[in-house]
């Protein structure tokens, strides 16, 4: 199984950047494709971002497009999220999420979560 630990969430105005970092536990991070799911106050969990196991597909949700980058270093046991010009629409607890060893990141289906890190955009 996999152990998910995010930071890097925190306060941020409107405009500006965060990057959020997951690092898994275990020997075998490149067998998972990787993702991110939000959840705002009242809300579902949505999905956001994947990747698949050596980076080399990635999937946005619409509304992140163009703003939000996901990226892994396979050496590091890490996923990242770099968002830029935050919305005070992308406030939410960003989940770090691992999909099923093997599995395609084309119909992501997330198997493990961490814990989540709050990011909140001021306007």
């Known amino acids: 199984q996999v152990q998910l630990v995010e930071s890097g969430g925190g306060l941020v105005q409107a405009g500006g950047s965060l990057r959020l970092s997951c690092v898994a536990s275990?020997?075998?991070?490149?067998?998972?494709?990787m993702g991110w799911f939000g959840q705002a106050p009242g809300k579902e969990r949505e999905f956001v971002a994947a990747?698949?196991?050596?980076?080399?597909?990635?999937y946005y949700t619409d509304s992140v497009k163009g703003r939000f980058t996901i990226s892994r270093d396979n050496t590091k046991n890490t996923v990242y999220l770099q968002m830029n010009s935050l919305k005070a629409e992308d406030t939410a607890v960003y989940y770090c999420?691992?999909?099923?060893?093997?599995?395609?990141?084309?119909?992501?289906?997330?198997?493990?979560w961490g814990q989540g890190t709050q990011v909140t955009v001021s306007s």
């Open positions: 275990g020997r075998t991070f490149s067998n998972y494709p």
């Open positions: 990747i698949s196991r050596f980076g080399a597909s990635t």
């Open positions: 999420t691992a999909a099923g060893a093997y599995a395609s990141a084309v119909q992501y289906e997330p198997v493990y």
